[in-house]
């Protein structure tokens, strides 16, 4: 658990006069208790009162495995037939007789659950968790980055297993299968998201579906993947050729290079976000491929794999050193070629250290 980040959240509790607050979204319970998990449609919460300790909220199925991940507080769970908003009213009217405000992520947190959790309570339900914990979670320390960079040495295993896998024949889903079956043998349990394999003209499409298209020779095969390693997640993404590609496709893939290069080496404390989208951006339109960068430069990561901040134009937050994010431009021309090249890195005092160490110029497999 983040002992740390819970005093820091607490007081921001007390500043700003609220009672308790309400955490919904599985990885920011994560990031503040230390428990993984993915609820489905039951319920798992945290909450954190001004003073006194927090407690989890968990099915009751899910009450063991969480006792033993390492969270010192009480916790209680809800059996299916049970209605476990009244269970956590009840618990919280124990602990605090006066209650006039709460705080929720509005950004995770259901409509459903939300009505359900505030007919309990005549309170002030309007503070937003959500930008406070994107602030808790921005910087991280070395810990943390040091969990970061073993999930990025993951998913540099990943792409040499997937490298691999590239032969006359394979389909993009039977590569993906490969991927995470070598890696569930050698222990790795869960993928940060679903593995993205995309050939030929399929990699045109940024987030598509890897399906029964069979790899095709003399083109670009793309993968996009990331694990999730003690909690903390990668994210990477490399563009190699299956045999000889097509000058006007190595040329695409340059570009796409040399934008990523651009604003990885522009990383420093004191530049802002929407100037490193800036970077990256400025060089495709330099090529006259602009209108093909279609989405943000990068996200930042952590216990989840999309975290604050977004490098976009538009976002004039400063980074600082600690904090965490992809760089990932891409060039998708329709019905032709698709790019994207992606590291994740954490800013240094005079730079950044990516966390994933794949080659990123062109290579060539088959």
């Not at 990885?27 to 449609?41: K, R």
């Not at 009213?89 to 007789?97: L, P, Y």
């Not at 959790?117 to 979670?137: E, W």
């Amino acid at each position: 658990m983040n002992q740390n980040k819970l005093n820091e959240l607490q007081a921001h509790l007390r500043a700003n006069e609220i009672d308790w607050a309400y955490l919904s979204d599985p990885g920011h319970i994560a990031y503040f208790s230390g428990y993984h998990s993915e609820p489905h449609e039951r319920i798992l919460a945290l909450f954190v009162p001004q003073l006194g300790e927090p407690f989890l909220f968990t099915p009751a199925l899910e009450v063991e495995a969480a006792g033993e991940s390492g969270w010192p507080y009480e916790i209680f769970g809800y059996l299916d037939s049970e209605n476990p908003y009244q269970i956590i009213a009840d618990t919280i009217k124990k602990r605090s007789h006066f209650l006039n405000k709460f705080a929720f992520e509005k950004g995770s947190l259901t409509l459903k659950n939300y009505e359900l959790f505030t007919s309990y309570f005549s309170a002030d339900f309007s503070a937003d968790l959500t930008p406070v914990i994107q602030k808790l979670q921005l910087v991280k320390t070395p810990e943390e980055i040091s969990l970061l960079l073993e999930a990025g040495s993951w998913a540099d295993v990943a792409f040499e297993i997937g490298f691999s896998a590239i032969k006359a024949g394979a389909t993009e889903s039977e590569v993906v299968a490969e991927i995470e079956y070598q890696l569930k043998k050698r222990g790795v349990a869960q993928m940060s998201f679903d593995t993205i394999v995309l050939s030929g003209a399929n990699a045109a499409k940024p987030h598509g579906n890897p399906g029964s298209t069979v790899l095709e020779e003399n083109k670009f095969v793309l993968f996009d993947l990331g694990v999730v390693w003690k909690g903390y997640c990668s994210d990477a993404t490399r563009t190699v050729s299956f045999k000889e590609p097509n000058d006007f496709d190595r040329k695409i893939h340059q570009i796409c290079l040399e934008a990523q290069l651009n604003a990885q080496a522009a990383v420093r404390p004191g530049i802002t976000a929407e100037k490193l989208d800036q970077v990256a951006r400025n060089t495709i339109d330099s090529y006259g491929y602009g209108e093909y960068f279609n989405h943000r430069l990068g996200h930042g990561i952590g216990t989840t794999v999309h975290e604050f901040p977004s490098l976009v134009e538009g976002n004039d937050l400063v980074l600082e050193e600690g904090m965490c994010f992809s760089l990932e431009p891409g060039i998708y021309i329709p019905g032709k070629v698709g790019v994207r090249i992606e590291d994740c890195v954490t800013v240094t005092k005079d730079g950044c250290i990516p966390f994933t160490k794949t080659p990123k110029a062109l290579q060539i497999f088959g």
